[in-house]
């Protein structure tokens, strides 16, 4: 073996050692034990057997019995890691207390537990829920909406159905934190959240957003086109979800289960879904993904539908009047109807 092909060896092991190893000391510091103390050690432990594996990889003394056992004691906190289960019983912030769930009788959907709180600025709200049937022969239309809290890249995506014009449901997978519970995107890698679908009132979902966060979020609305018979399966398998989340607790991940590759998954139910795409990470982009393939109004230039889309000065205008979904849609573009479903390339 030449000197070159050892030393790039060598800096690979390397380079997988400390990986292992930075892995291994967020996923004991993000943990559920206790005392926080025991993390922040076992922590540092991990983190200097580590190191000191791959130390002993770069001199070449004990390099494979180094490398060994570490790898032997990162398993172990692997196999530890994976008996993490979720709950749905814990302290939860009263924003996500109550999980939705949904009961059917033939094409009559009732949703149980809508959220719609009493807003008076984002931590200082009175809590209310409902239940309502809709009629699925009456769903006619799902929108996208894209709220952006920290730049351009990063936006919180969710859906809304709308049956005949007059009734609105949104739907908008979020993480379910406990009291005193702050996000974080790192604690977000390693089972720290919980998934909750909040089943909404738009007054709610969206005014939270667009009225009472501080800082106020940019909000857009924009109207899918599909075939009325994909809204309808794309709805129902949100309701499978709903269900099954209040049935089996589920871990939220920041990269693989959050707000848009949860509503990229609900898509699958249809030919033709939208491809993945790193527009999906960067959900800010996710917007104009879908107009790429096709899924929002492609009569108009994608700048210009994103600038009409902008809803936040209608919303506030509305706030909490019974008409809030009607008015926040008056002035939106609307795109062409699809009569017939239409498969897109895979």
């Known amino acids: 073996m030449s000197r070159a092909v050892k030393g790039m060896g060598v800096a690979l092991l390397t380079l997988v050692l400390i990986a292992l190893c930075a892995w291994g000391v967020l996923a004991i510091y993000y943990s559920d034990l206790s005392s926080g103390l025991l993390r922040t050690a076992l922590a540092a432990v991990f983190g200097v057997l580590g190191l000191l594996a791959a130390y002993a990889v770069v001199l070449g003394e ?18 530890w890691w994976t008996t993490i289960e979720p709950s749905n019983d814990r302290g939860w912030r009263p924003e996500v207390a109550r999980l939705p769930y949904a009961t059917q009788d033939g094409n009559r959907i009732t949703l149980h537990n809508i959220r719609d709180f009493d807003y008076r600025s984002e931590t200082d709200f009175t809590p209310r829920y409902y239940d309502k049937t809709f009629d699925l022969d009456k769903l006619d239309s799902v929108d996208l909406i894209a709220s952006y809290w920290m730049g351009p890249a990063i936006a919180h995506t969710f859906v809304s159905f709308g049956f005949g014009g007059r009734d609105y449901v949104a739907m908008s997978a979020e993480t379910r934190t406990e009291r005193g519970e702050g996000y974080s995107s790192i604690k977000g890698f390693f089972k720290q959240y919980e998934l909750i679908y909040v089943v909404g009132d738009e007054r709610d979902l969206i005014g939270l957003r667009t009225t009472y966060r501080d800082p106020r979020e940019d909000v857009y609305l924009y109207r899918v086109r599909a075939p009325i018979e994909s809204l309808r399966r794309f709805f129902m398998d949100y309701i499978r ?11 939220y991940n ?17 030919p033709g879904h939208p491809r993945y795409s790193w527009k999906v990470l960067l959900s800010g982009y996710f917007p ?13 230039p994608f700048e210009e539908l994103r600038k009409r889309s902008r809803i936040n000065a209608v919303a506030e205008a509305a706030d909490a009047a019974p008409d809030f979904s009607q008015r926040i849609r008056a002035d939106l573009p609307h795109p062409t109807p699809v009569r017939a479903e239409a498969g897109r390339a895979e």
Do not use: K, M, S
């Open 62 to 79: 004990w390099r494979w019995p180094a490398a060994c056992a570490f790898l032997g004691t990162f398993l172990a906190v692997v196999a």
């Open 241 to 251: 979800q709903i269900n099954a989340l209040a049935e089996r607790p589920a871990f």
């Open 254 to 270: 920041t990269l693989t289960t959050n707000c848009t590759t949860n509503l990229l998954l609900h898509t699958r139910v249809n």
């Open 288 to 300: 104009e993904h879908a107009y790429e393939q096709g899924l929002l109004d492609t009569d108009l």
